[in-house]
């Protein structure tokens, strides 16, 4: 842990939101509450059946009213989003003009039958059409499941199948590295014999061709026509508001389903503590919308706080690693909000590159995903931030809706330092305990609780109540556990290690070991195979897979090699393929047959593999060891 710190704030000292917070986080929470549009008050404020809880409960609310038709009367004319394509392409839409948008697609997707509750699977890329969707929906009341565009045809269909989804989102195609991406070939292949997907709107992005069956409409085709005005329906606070898919520890992604009340409050209120949002203020998050950061802080937190936002599509290094630092330039960003991962990657590339770009419209910098190393803390500072903009390294998870560990800037000024998150944000109880769920003392490693509910965390797992309770809440009693390592220093600061279960985490993107494992025991000749993560200076992990063979099988590890890559990337996506590929006769495991994944991580790693005694087979260590070995020796000679 970095003792460094840096005493750099925006003024703001609010102590008395923090005590407030500190006495009686209910009522904390009924207060932010009310800074949103409900058409009907609460009853109660917090309905609290461990491990479920309903916020604002009788409550009535429309995220799409609270994104858009709130700022008619101020904001009408202002730039609600400047869009960006990676191939040059360019568009500004004002609040006025996405409103109108998600009227009438509102209205298209009421006239294919959409009702409240019924769910739609959006497989866009990043065009404004996918932020239209997502609030078309909320307006209806429908319940969105956004499918980032890099995956397989077989994960989508997953998500589409676990939802039962009747309407299908998509385009085209969408641009990534001067490629055209065929997503309507992908949603094609994913749903060719679900009979229960009634609908696929294709947005026509690249305009390359494809074909159309009996199922398809084009997305301007149905909006031609479309009434442009659509009263939002007026939904309990804990209607759900979407589904997104994430990966876990043991076989399919799960379907976390959070609501709209709570979800809305814990967003608006940590989108101002976090980022300080100023009318003027430009801003500008790099995640796609595929994942939960998309969702949070670039379409329901700024639309609902009236900012103005760049959005872009395209990989944030092409057509040159200068890209984002000229995004900044020419529009002047004061807000920017990345991951770890793209820092090291431009980190790379040099500090004269930065340096030739104008990042003086800069006022703040965020992170999001992952921990941050200290160095590249400090080199983003330095050399990005100019050392005057402080730094939000912010933690939260999917599950939790939004933020819950972070420096808030537009909350309070306190020293930062390189590496922590910081603290808890205001109205959360987060401590680092032992196994047995006691507090430890200060600077010893620990697992990260969440002790009592907050407004943005999950209503359960799709279809899945039970597994709700196993994952979350089932180690410790009546506290959240997210699967992570941390330390809490003498400062009462947060310093985050990691995942403490079988989730990788590949360039900000959690892949679950069991599912990509599965992949590759799909290919014909596969027996076993056993993932683990080791240390990446751009991606954060890299993955190698260990793989046994089934007998008899005479390929060429090279030809297998290819052959396991093409599965991985059809059936999970690009972002699972593996680093490495070692060829074993055994996998280390249990008596009771569960591979020891701690040993081929400790192996990969050069780490004490510590205790094996409930190992069944001690030579299965030393083949990992001697195959890794192996690769050294011929990188090495090489």
């Known amino acids: 842990m970095s003792s460094k710190t840096y005493n750099i704030g925006l003024g703001h000292n609010d102590i008395i939101t923090r005590k407030k917070a500190d006495s009686d986080f209910i009522s904390f929470w009924d207060d932010q509450a009310k800074n949103l549009s409900w058409f009907k008050t609460w009853d109660k404020t917090l309905e609290w059946s461990p491990p479920f809880a309903k916020w604002f409960v009788g409550g009535t609310i429309n995220a799409s ?32 003009e996405l409103w109108l948008e998600v009227n009438k697609f509102a209205n298209v997707l009421k006239f294919l039958g959409v009702n409240k509750g019924d769910r739609v699977t959006i497989y866009l890329p990043m065009v404004p059409e996918l932020p239209i969707s997502m609030l078309a929906c909320a307006r209806i009341g429908a319940i969105h499941t956004v499918v980032f565009s890099g995956f397989s045809s077989s994960a989508l269909r997953d998500r589409i199948e676990d939802s039962g989804s009747k309407i299908v989102i998509t385009a085209d195609g969408g641009y990534r590295r001067g490629n055209i991406i065929k997503l309507k070939e992908v949603v094609d292949d994913a749903i060719k014999d ?48 979407y589904i997104l898919y994430t990966s876990g520890t043991t076989g399919k992604p799960k379907g976390v389903l959070h609501g709209t009340g709570g979800y809305l409050t814990h967003l608006y209120s940590t989108f101002r503590w976090a980022f300080d949002i100023k009318d003027s203020d430009v801003y500008f998050c790099t995640a796609d919308i ?47 909000y990345t991951t770890p991962t793209a820092l090291r990657m431009f980190m790379k590339f040099g500090d004269s590159i930065p340096n030739s770009f104008d990042l003086s419209s800069l006022r703040l910098l965020g992170t999001v995903g992952e921990p941050i190393n200290p160095e590249v803390w400090i080199w983003y500072f330095k050399t990005i931030g100019k050392e005057k903009c402080p730094i939000i390294d912010t933690w939260w998870q999917t599950e939790t809706g939004g933020i819950m560990i972070s420096n808030l800037p537009g909350l309070e000024t306190i020293p930062l330092k390189p590496g922590s998150a910081t603290k808890p944000i205001p109205g959360t109880q987060i401590t680092v305990v032992d196994e047995k769920g006691d507090e430890l003392a200060a600077n010893t490693k620990g697992y990260l609780v969440i002790k009592n509910p907050w407004p943005g965390m999950l209503l359960t797992l799709w279809n899945d109540d039970a597994k709700y309770k196993s994952v979350y809440w089932s180690k410790y009693e009546n506290a959240y556990y997210p699967g992570d390592y941390a330390i809490k220093d003498n400062d009462g600061y947060l310093w985050l290690l990691g995942r403490a279960d079988d989730v990788l985490k590949i360039a900000g993107h959690r ?10 025991v799909s290919h014909k000749d596969i027996a076993e195979a ?34 396991i890559i093409e599965v991985v990337r059809s059936s999970v996506g690009a972002i699972a393929t593996p680093e490495q590929i070692h060829f074993v006769t055994r996998l280390p495991k249990t008596r009771s047959g569960k591979i ?29 060891q001697d195959a890794l070995n192996e690769l050294k020796s011929t990188i090495k000679n090489n």
């Open 530 to 563: 056993a993932v683990c993560g080791v240390p990446h200076e751009v991606k954060g992990e890299a993955i190698i897979a260990f793989v046994v063979l089934k007998e008899g099988i005479k390929k060429p590890f090279d030809l297998l090699k290819k052959e």
């Open 596 to 624: 020891m994944r701690r040993l081929l991580k400790a192996i990969a790693n050069n780490d004490n593999i510590g205790d094996v005694s409930t190992l069944e087979d001690g030579a299965a260590v030393s083949e990992v």
């Open 511 to 520: 892949i679950g070991t069991a599912e990509l494992e599965s992949s590759i």
């Open 65 to 96: 009213y609270n994104a858009l038709d709130v700022n008619l009367k101020n904001k009408a004319k202002k730039t609600a989003i400047l869009w960006e394509g990676e191939n040059g392409d360019r568009r500004t839409l004002t609040y006025e």
């Open 290 to 336: 595929g994942w939960v950061t998309g969702h949070s802080y670039v379409v329901y937190g700024p639309l609902m706080r009236g900012a103005t936002e760049l959005m872009y599509e395209g990989a944030p290094d092409y057509p040159s690693p200068s890209r984002m630092w000229d995004l900044i330039q020419r529009y002047k960003i004061t807000i920017f």
């Open 194 to 241: 679900l009979d229960f997907v009634q609908n696929v709107i294709v947005y026509e992005r690249t305009k390359h061709g494809v074909s159309l069956n009996k199922k398809d409409k084009l997305w301007n085709e149905l909006m031609k026509n479309a009434k442009a005005s659509f009263d939002p329906e007026k939904l309990e606070s804990a209607h759900p508001l």
